[in-house]
Every structure is written in structure tokens, then in C-alpha cells.
């Protein structure tokens, strides 16, 4: 998944894109509110984390300017108010959740993946297409119940495909969904990871099908098509 955090405190805001970028995600970081909206006119993220807090502009702002915009992807926001009130109008503004100020990584985490399978109709961490089952919170994957072993690229991009059911996928879209944009891979490291990926579910009944042109898309035996 490809997430933006929005916070001008560089310290916090590296530690956050380290947590994330150590479970296999693409993110950027912005520092303003200017370079957030830079950045979301530029990418597809698949969640925003916002600090209220930013030197140019209020977050209020930024996300306000977001749902005007029509820009429906869910927005976790960090903040050091901590008013009943405060909270009731971020929520009507358009924020998905809230955490206040200080908070620990690991539920931060855990609401994201939460608003991650909300904005995706999941209910639950598990997700399952055909014989084969991925798991967010374990980062596992298994089929028919077996387990198998993925590299962890390999995995968010199972994880993309699998969150993106009947889709076709560019290799540039691919791209964006796991790796930052500080981040330089070799223009042909989608290939690789789909060659791994297919020789991983060799014994499932899903395969990655090219479509010449346009990019891949993930199926399973008996799909129309």
C-alpha cells in the first residue's frame, strides 16, 4: 500500500515512515500542507496520515481542501487536542479516525490496517481469493491452509493484487503501491516480483495473467475471461 504522512516534526515523521517502511509499504513524507497536496495531485495513496499541526496551513485545512476535492481515501489524524468537541468536528469534516498526541506505534498501525480494509469493504485482516489466504495483521499467506513463503516485497505486492480483485494493474500503479518516491527501484523489479510471485502460486488456483499493453491482473480458475 502506498501511504502519505503529513508531519512537519521530521523526527516523528521519520520514525513513522520507518515503521511503515519496515512492513514492506511505500510512503512519503510532507512537512507542509502545500507539499501534502502537492503529493496527492501526483499519486494514488491508499491512506493519509495527517498531523494538525503543520507550519503553512492547519490540517483541518488540508483536509477539508481533500473532501471538497472529492478525494474519498480515508485520513488518520494525529493531534494534540484532545476536546470532545474538537474531535465531533474533525470526524464531521471528513477524518476517518483520530489518535491524539502522544500515541503508541503499534496502534497507529492497527487503526491503519482497520481504515485500510474499510476503504477496501473488508471486515477483517484475513483476506481470501480462491484457495488462497493473506493475513495483514500476521503478514502471512497461506493456501489451502498451507503456508508459503514470501519475500516481503513479494507479499505487498500479493497484498495489492489481492485488494484489487478484477482490476488490471500497470506496472507503473504496481510501483507506486510499494515503493516511495525516495525510493529508486530498477524499472524492471515488477517483472521480477511477478515471476516470484507466480512460481509462489504454482499450486494455487490463482494466476497473474498479462495483459499485453496495459499491465497484469490477478484471477482464479473458473473466472469469466
Do not use: W
Not at 527501484?185 to 499450486?203: H, M, T
Amino acid at each position: 500500500m502506498r501511504i502519505l504522512v503529513v508531519e512537519d516534526d521530521k523526527v516523528l515523521g521519520e520514525a513513522i515512515i520507518q515503521r511503515i517502511r519496515r512492513i514492506g509499504h511505500g510512503v512519503d513524507l510532507a512537512q507542509t500542507g502545500a507539499a501534502a497536496q502537492q503529493f496527492i495531485g501526483m499519486y494514488d495513496y491508499d491512506l493519509l496520515i495527517l498531523d494538525l499541526n503543520l507550519p503553512d496551513m492547519t490540517g483541518d485545512a488540508v483536509l477539508g481542501s481533500l473532501r471538497k476535492r472529492q478525494i474519498n481515501k480515508p485520513v488518520m489524524i494525529l493531534t494534540a487536542r484532545d476536546q470532545v468537541e474538537d474531535r465531533i468536528a474533525l470526524l464531521d469534516l471528513g477524518a476517518d479516525d483520530y489518535m491524539t498526541k502522544p500515541f503508541d506505534f503499534g496502534e497507529l498501525l492497527a487503526r491503519c490496517r482497520a481504515l485500510l480494509r474499510r476503504s477496501q469493504g473488508q471486515a477483517h485482516d484475513r483476506i481470501e481469493y480462491g484457495n488462497v489466504c493473506l493475513d495483514r495483521k500476521a503478514c502471512t499467506v497461506t493456501i489451502r491452509g498451507e503456508s508459503v513463503s514470501l519475500k516481503q516485497r513479494e507479499y505487498r505486492l500479493l497484498e495489492v493484487f489481492m485488494g484489487h480483485t478484477g482490476q488490471v494493474l500497470s506496472k507503473e500503479a504496481l510501483m507506486e503501491h510499494i515503493y516511495g518516491i525516495d525510493e529508486f527501484p530498477s524499472p524492471n523489479v515488477i517483472e521480477i516480483y511477478v515471476a516470484r510471485l507466480r512460481k509462489a502460486l504454482g499450486d494455487s488456483n490463482l494466476h497473474i495473467r498479462t495483459i499485453r499493453g496495459l499491465g497484469y491482473l490477478l484471477e482464479k480458475d473458473g473466472d469469466p475471461g
